[in-house]
């Protein structure tokens, strides 16, 4: 089942690539702010509602003599709030980045920290080291993107914000914690899209809170409609399934390198969509990163090996 979970995460990361032109081809009056929160109240609703169906259907075909799902404790529960509060803070930290960096380098700071981070992360709570594929893998993807990145459009020029970099490693965190707590749960017998579901709820729940403080107008335009129904069902509810349901086959820091095909889905929409000219230097980035990501998939025929974390209920 490995290649079928890769295609999955990829699917997922190909969705999460088209965030930057959705917004791009919305309306003119909005706001980061105001699109996070949107997207986070619509995505992670839809994702809860999707994914606890999915989880009620797998529990009525769990055939009898299987072990029964594991009760929801204190650390279970704090675990899945925790991937809820990292989505939601996702989001202020990514455009943190993005506003004072830039697009590129925000993006590049944020994405390629992710695997990186992923790793040292589940290293450091099960003491096994990752393989040499992914190691060789994440070192072509990491350079791949940090190519797309600094090499930029054509004639383009940026700089670098301390505040800015700062951002963008808490957001590449966000999604390495995301990663590590999910993989926890689902090696502790929960089912990958209860996990999921808490995430979204919890994400829903938290985001709505600041909808009183945000100008939402921009809804009321057809435009603004189709981008926050994209954005949240799309790029969240579907994307976050996907990704979680892969990520049962895989290592979290697997996971989080497949996403690497985010930047690469982007750099794509820009050009063909957005009329957007990348230097030569990000050229070759999309190369670099569109090999690390086959060397990976290639990595990952097998299934992972189950070295299940001790999660009590």
Do not use: K
Not at 52 to 80: E, N
Not at 256 to 267: D, H, I, Q, R, V
């Amino acid at each position: 089942m490995g290649v079928v979970h890769v295609l999955a995460v990829l699917a997922a990361a190909m969705l999460f690539g088209t965030t930057g032109t959705s917004q791009a081809l919305g309306p003119d009056a909005t706001t980061p702010l105001s699109i996070g929160v949107v997207r986070m109240v619509i995505g992670g609703t839809g994702l809860a509602i999707i994914a606890f169906l999915l989880a009620a259907r797998h529990a009525r075909r769990r055939p009898p003599d299987t072990a029964a799902p594991p009760r929801l404790g204190w650390r279970a529960l704090a675990l899945m709030v925790l991937t809820g509060v990292c989505i939601s803070i996702y989001q202020p930290l990514f455009f943190l980045g993005t506003s004072l960096n830039g697009v590129a380098v925000g993006t590049v700071v944020a994405l390629g920290s992710a695997p990186i981070l992923a790793g040292l992360l589940e290293w450091a709570l099960t003491r096994r080291m990752p393989s040499p594929t992914w190691m060789g893998a994440t070192a072509l993807a990491t350079l791949g993107v940090v190519l797309l990145g600094f090499g930029g459009e054509a004639g383009g020029s940026g700089g670098t914000d301390p505040v800015g970099l700062l951002g963008s490693i808490g957001a590449g965190a966000s999604f390495a914690v995301i990663a590590n707590a999910q993989r926890r749960l689902l090696d502790a017998g929960w089912d990958p899209f209860t996990v999921v579901g808490a995430m979204g709820a919890s994400s829903a729940l938290i985001c709505a809170v600041a909808v009183p403080f945000v100008d939402l107008t921009w809804l009321a335009a057809p435009r603004g409609a189709a981008m926050a129904l994209w954005l949240g069902l799309a790029t969240i509810s579907v994307a976050y399934v996907l990704f979680t349901w892969g990520l049962s086959g895989l290592t979290a820091a697997t996971a989080a390198t497949l996403t690497l095909g985010e930047p690469l889905t982007a750099s794509i929409l820009g050009i063909v969509v957005l009329g957007e000219r990348l230097s030569a230097l990000a050229i070759m980035g999309l190369v670099v990163l569109g090999a690390g990501l086959a060397l990976l998939a290639w990595g990952s025929r097998s299934p992972r090996d189950p070295q299940p974390y001790a999660v009590e209920a």
